[in-house]
């Protein structure tokens, strides 16, 4: 099984089935290479990975860390994030502390914190 991942590289979004890409993970660092040639890593201050959460939104579209989801049952919208002491996905509610929401309802993704900043003002 190929887990999803997508890698901002401070310009772009790369996605884990763009032709060419792959992820090297090596003694706690990992590194994005297309075709060969290296595009970044952890090293890189922008660079960023992310897993998808293994579910998809009403669009059928995975659903990845810091992604920003509108849920269409209570129009809130939220940010994916990872909580590693509770080795799990949720949804940011935006009141601290890692206070978040179930992955449930009629999901939507509306946009990432890197390239739609300003949907979520005060909750990223």
Not at 44 to 69: F, H, P, R, V
Request: net charge negative; charged share 25%.
């Amino acid at each position: 099984m190929i887990t999803a991942y997508r890698v901002w590289d401070g310009e772009q979004m790369h996605y884990w089935d763009d032709e060419g890409i792959s992820l090297n993970i090596e003694d706690g660092n990992w590194y994005l290479y297309r075709k060969g040639k290296f595009i970044t890593s952890n090293k890189t201050a922008c660079a960023a990975l992310m897993w998808g959460i293994g579910s998809k939104d009403q669009n059928e579209k995975m659903i990845y860390d810091k992604d920003y989801i509108l849920d269409h049952n209570t129009d809130t919208k939220f940010v994916v994030k990872y909580d590693n002491n509770q080795a799990g996905f949720y949804l940011d509610i935006g009141i601290g502390n890692g206070s978040g929401a179930f992955m449930v309802g009629d999901l939507e993704i509306i946009g990432d914190v890197y390239r739609s900043s300003k949907l979520l003002e005060g909750i990223e």
